[in-house]
């Protein structure tokens, strides 16, 4: 047989060879699926993808996340091992246990201790990392203003964190700037930066689950939210309506502001009331944060969304300038600012059966939210942007307004003192306490003798109970509110600080005027002796040794909280216990309604923080008409600068309708250094007078007298006078020029005027259009007046 022969019979074989084998796969496959032949269960197989490195830039010993992703596709449980190698050496391995079709991430974390750039690998998956060695530690490049937009995301959209870094050194430094969210560095980048420079160090990162997350870029702190994918949140305010809940409704369905929801994007429709009524005023709708002036409008939400409804007094009473600062979206409402310089308080009835009042304190600090606190942007620099705004029918005398910014290190919180009306003096202390916790009162209890220790114990809105001094049945009945406080042993304390969430609620000026009238009828009758408190001013008493209270001395009392909306302040036991005490108690007695929400004991040293004073430029003006029958010379509209740089009684004098607009520039603030939070405080000293019937008790409803700091009540005696020296009557002369109301003859010579004005204008233009015709007249060749004969 030759080979051609042959070769064609192996060829032959070979293609009955493959014919065999393939109706014998399709038989088997074909049995397989009618379920005649039973295939045994595939085992254990695992898959490992999607390497992750982070960061691809780390300095040495700093920690670097290696992460994989490993997945069972076989059919039964199984262990894997995974193991990690660097450069080629074995570091780690970690063992899983798998269910069929389960997948799980693998974690390693790399630590180097010398610099260079190493080689990853797990399970044959590979990547690579730089170690450095890191920058100087005593950079002097500051970090300062982190942002973190947008603050509301939905899971995998893109976070941007930006810091604005500023070498303060006079030559050329070097900053590590690392980004953490949740405690994992994402990143890290370093920065060189020549003599005085600055610049925006920027950071982006995709959010991941849902719920709360804190970002850190060194030692600046922020926070973001990441919401369901459809939603956002929406929270509706209102400012100016009092404490009161406010009902509205949203798309038909009744609820209360405050308001706060997460809800799918698309338009909604809220409708508020026209007048608002409380237990004290009626308040009149003005406007929406968007500037619609209707009860109803609709919005569409596509971000988180805060919209604010804004209402004024229309009648009732209210208190006190309010307070708003710029978030960058909008204005906030904080507060009513300086209640203890109502000239209204009064002290004691004299040998005459006259009232004698006992003025107040102008000053009040009020802490600005740091979360929100935005600075505005103009050609001239950046600024913050705070107003004050006269919304109910008094007449305020603005002596001062700045603010303050304190940085201080990140475990302590900060929170400044308030003032007492009784004491004069201005304590402008700002108190350091520590966020480890504060300790609770091992007791509290009121005059009743119950327990109220649950309402204070946590900052939830549950208020302690009490009572208004005017509510009692006669003069003779004045037993105030008290509250006594069990602070436990703290004979090992260097310092004593409380921290107090609180409120005081004055009650309808009727009372006030039904309980002064009740002094007055007892005194006519001889019932009250001369020189009898109307009413007791706050104090606040310590335990002795034997177990007696000791009044605290008047510049070291406890101050009053603010009226309606509360607020936290801190007050300073320190070295007001007498030497020897086992039994740190003290017990707070109040005339007013005054109830806490919160009492928190603080026994840290006081840390070491850095305070900032910003003046800021001032401008008055009118925000919206009022029908106030306020009547005196008050300050005219323009540029304020000047008069509210300090406390010298030479006030900003406003109505019911008025604004003062504050810018304070940012750009000669020291920059925030590592390790250090900012918070903000806004500083203001403030008199204002009601009008009578309101609780303009025993004066008139007129910007004179002019209150001052050295008088010794108010209306003061004939004995004192408002300064007099040139500095004084410079300021009267130049600032106090709008007179309110416009008097008759005022009038009279006003329209005089404007007819002189008015003939005087319809004169020149007769004369001007003659001289017109004549001139075209001559250019024609012939003379006008030859034309009029």
């Not at 409380?278 to 969304?305: K, P």
């Not at 913050?384 to 303050?404: N, R, S």
């Not at 010298?648 to 810018?663: A, E, H, K, P, R």
């Amino acid at each position: 047989m030759n080979s051609r022969s042959g070769l064609t019979k192996l060829k032959a074989i070979l293609v009955i060879d493959v014919l065999i084998v393939a109706v014998a796969a399709g038989v088997y496959f074909y049995l397989q699926a009618e379920g005649l032949i039973v295939v045994g269960p595939k085992a254990a197989e695992f898959i490992v993808e999607d390497l992750s490195i982070s960061p691809l830039e780390a300095e040495v010993f700093e920690p670097v996340m290696v992460v994989v992703n490993v997945t069972n596709i076989g059919d039964e449980q199984g262990e894997y091992v995974a193991n990690l190698t660097v450069n080629g050496v074995l570091e780690e391995n970690q063992t899983i246990l798998l269910l069929a079709g389960e997948s799980a991430i693998v974690e390693f974390t790399v630590i180097e201790e010398v610099e260079g750039t190493y080689t990853v690998e797990v399970c044959g998956l590979s990547g690579s990392v730089t170690f450095s060695t890191p920058p100087p530690t005593a950079s002097k490049i500051a970090l300062s203003k982190l942002s973190v937009n947008p603050y509301e995301v939905w899971p995998d959209e893109t976070v941007t964190t930006t810091v604005i870094a500023a070498n303060q050194a006079s030559e050329p430094d070097i900053l590590s700037v690392r980004l953490m969210v949740d405690d994992l560095l994402l990143d890290r980048k370093t920065i060189e930066l020549a003599a005085k420079e600055s610049t925006t160090v920027e950071f982006t990162f995709n959010a991941t689950t849902e719920g709360k997350h804190t970002v850190k870029v060194n030692a600046l702190s922020g926070t973001f939210s990441v919401v369901p994918t459809g939603y956002h949140t929406l929270a509706i305010r209102y400012s100016g309506g009092g404490s009161d809940l406010l009902p509205f409704t949203l798309n038909g369905e009744s609820v209360n502001m405050p308001y706060t929801a997460l809800l799918p994007v698309g338009e909604y429709t809220i409708t508020v009331p026209g007048p608002f009524t409380t237990d004290t005023a009626v308040f009149e709708f003005y406007h929406w944060s968007n500037g619609d002036r209707s009860t109803t409008t609709t919005i569409n939400l596509q971000d988180r969304l805060i919209f604010v409804a804004t209402y004024n007094l229309i009648s009732g009473y209210s208190c006190c300038p309010s307070l708003f600062y710029w978030n960058g979206t909008d204005y906030v409402y904080v507060t009513e600012v300086s209640n203890a310089g109502w000239l209204g308080y009064i002290d004691y009835i004299d040998e005459d059966g006259e009232i004698v009042f006992g003025g107040g304190n102008p000053w009040d600090t009020i802490k600005l939210d740091a979360n929100q606190v935005t600075t505005r942007s103009t050609e001239d620099g950046d600024y913050y942007d705070v107003i004050l705004l006269q919304k109910w029918d008094e007449i305020f005398y603005l002596d001062a307004a700045y603010m303050v910014v304190v940085d201080h290190p990140v475990d302590v919180a900060v929170y400044s003192t308030m003032v007492n009306y009784v004491n004069r003096a201005f304590p402008s202390e700002i108190y350091t306490v520590s966020k480890a916790g504060l300790a609770s009162p091992v007791s509290a209890v009121n005059e009743k003798g119950e327990d109220i220790l649950p309402q204070i114990a946590e900052l939830d809105g549950v208020f302690t109970s009490g009572s208004n001094g005017f509510a009692r049945p006669s003069w003779d009945d004045i037993d105030s509110n008290q509250l006594t406080l069990d602070l436990g042993d703290l004979s090992d304390a260097e310092e004593i600080k409380l921290v107090i969430n609180g409120m005081v609620d004055w009650g309808p000026p009727e009372h006030y005027y039904t309980w002064i009238d009740g002094f007055k009828a007892a005194f006519a009758e001889g019932l009250v002796p001369a020189g009898t408190q109307i009413y007791p001013a706050p104090y606040m008493e310590v335990m002795d040794g034997s177990g007696s209270w000791v009044r605290v001395p008047e510049d070291r009392q406890m101050p009053t909280p603010s009226d309606y909306v509360p607020r936290s302040f801190a007050v300073d036991l320190t070295g007001l216990f007498p030497e020897g005490v086992n039994e740190y108690k003290i017990r707070i007695n109040n005339f007013f309604n005054v109830t806490f929400d919160y009492i928190g004991v603080d026994t840290s040293s006081q840390a070491a923080i850095i305070i900032q004073q910003i003046n800021g430029d001032a401008t008055f003006h009118q925000a919206f008409a009022s029908p106030s029958s306020a009547s005196g010379d008050f300050t005219k509209y323009g540029d304020v600068t000047q008069v509210v740089l300090e406390g010298d009684d030479m006030y900003v004098i406003g109505m019911q309708g008025d604004q003062v607009s504050l810018q304070f520039s940012v750009d000669g603030l020291e920059s925030l250094g590592d390790g250090l939070e900012r918070d903000y405080f806004f500083f203001v000293a403030c008199w204002f007078k009601d009008p009578p019937g309101n609780w303009g008790y025993g004066f008139d409803f007129t910007v004179d007298p002019l209150p001052f700091r050295s008088m010794s009540g108010f209306p003061y005696p004939s004995t004192e006078s408002y300064p007099s020296d040139e500095a004084h009557s410079s300021y009267l002369r130049e600032y106090n020029t709008r007179t309110l109301p416009i008097s008759r003859a005022q009038w009279v010579i006003d329209d005089v005027l404007l007819i002189i004005m008015g003939t005087g204008l319809v004169i020149a233009g007769m004369l001007s259009t003659l001289i017109w015709i004549k001139g075209r007249a001559a250019r024609k060749g012939y003379s006008v007046y030859s034309q009029l004969r």
